[in-house]
């Protein structure tokens, strides 16, 4: 049984504590979060210890692992803690908000020798592992044309646009990380923002996005993005090449259809949101981050993974700004 401690008890550390608790070679020891109430709601659930300060979890000898779920700007200073104190570490994306913060202590992540894994869970995703193996198996042929469409089904509050580092680290992350999945290095990125929510113009962010990036053998991602989406939590994802394309499309509770004289194939909404939509996923992600640990292997994803999903955000931020594309290499 892996002895796990989820740092941040918000909506991600909920999902984790479940997902771990759930687990049948993990173990949920401990819960930490700032506020009290919080860490002792949660660790309360799954009969854990609670803790508010992150360095009591570091010093705590029956924890072997932490998942980081905190606010994105300490992650850095979570995982370079747990790390040095032997915990192996399954971090939450991004890695920080800002490159700048990351080359400041790149040669202290260097040094790390514990097991380091990004929570990039859509890799996870059974649907898109299904494309990505396709795809390395040769079923398309070499893949020419990755789309990417990922529509949130609402804005988060205006206060956390605010302090979330804008469209392309907090959200578009995820479907950088994905292009690179695929692609491997990108070369060059550009994007465009669009403001269609006049509540969140005034932040300096934009609320929808589309982004190409071109992948150093020539091949194409587009990805399009939106803060809110009228038809629900729409992620797809479409791969093609010159023997054929592959889909994976929005996933629903049932397979039932209604028809009636005003609509025909009416169906289920789409799955509410992250928590529901990529369940399976952030439980494989466990499953593997637990194997790398266990069997001394290097984890799926990897800080210099996340590290690359930045610098994207960061070259896709400077596109839209400018409205000219940004070379990478
Ligand atoms: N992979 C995914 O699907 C996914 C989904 C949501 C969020 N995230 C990421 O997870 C992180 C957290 O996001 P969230 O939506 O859960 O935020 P949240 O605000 O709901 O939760 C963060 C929690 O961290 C706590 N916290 C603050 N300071 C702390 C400290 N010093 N020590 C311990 N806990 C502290 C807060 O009190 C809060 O409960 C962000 O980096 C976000 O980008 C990832």
Redesign the pocket.
């Known amino acids: 049984m892996l002895k796990i401690a989820v740092?941040?008890?918000?909506?991600?550390?909920?999902?984790h504590a479940k997902t771990i608790a759930s687990h049948p070679e993990a173990e949920l020891v401990a819960v930490?979060?700032?506020?009290e109430e919080?860490?002792n709601a949660l660790a309360k659930t799954y009969g854990a210890k609670a803790y508010?300060?992150?360095n009591d979890v570091f010093t705590d000898d029956s924890v072997d692992a932490v998942v980081i779920?905190?606010?994105?700007p300490?992650?850095i200073p979570?995982l370079l803690a747990a790390a040095k104190a032997g915990k192996a570490v399954l971090c939450?994306?991004?890695i920080a908000l800002d490159m700048a913060d990351v080359d400041a202590v790149q040669e202290e992540l260097n040094e790390l020798t514990t097991p380091v894994m990004f929570?990039?869970?859509?890799r996870f995703d059974p649907s898109f592992s299904a494309i990505h193996d396709a795809v390395s198996e040769g079923k398309i042929g070499d893949l020419e044309q990755l789309t990417i469409i990922s529509r949130d089904p609402a804005a988060p509050p205006v206060e956390?646009i605010k302090v979330?580092g804008g469209i392309f680290r907090?959200m578009t992350?995820?479907d950088f990380d994905m292009a690179r999945f695929f692609l491997g290095d990108i070369v060059e990125v550009y994007a465009f923002g669009q403001n269609l929510d006049p509540e969140i113009a005034p932040t300096g962010d934009y609320d929808a996005a589309v982004v190409t990036l071109k992948g150093a053998n020539g091949t194409v991602a587009t990805i399009i993005n939106n803060r809110h989406c009228a038809s629900g939590y729409d992620q797809r994802l479409e791969a093609s090449g010159p023997l054929g394309t592959l889909f994976a499309d929005n996933i629903r509770p049932t397979t039932v259809r209604m028809s009636t004289k005003d609509a025909t194939d009416a169906q289920d909404p789409y799955l509410d949101f992250?928590l529901e939509r990529?369940d399976a996923a952030?439980r494989q992600e466990l499953s593997l981050f637990i194997d790398a640990v266990n069997n001394g292997t290097t984890p799926p994803t990897s800080i210099e993974d996340a590290i690359e999903a930045l610098r994207l955000a960061e070259a896709a931020t400077e596109s839209a700004r400018t409205g000219l594309p940004v070379k990478l290499k």
């Open positions: 740092i941040g008890a918000g909506r991600i550390g909920h999902v930490c979060d700032a506020i919080s860490a508010t300060d992150a779920g905190s606010p994105t300490l992650h979570h939450e994306k991004p929570g990039f869970n859509r956390y979330s907090d992350i995820h992250f990529y952030y």
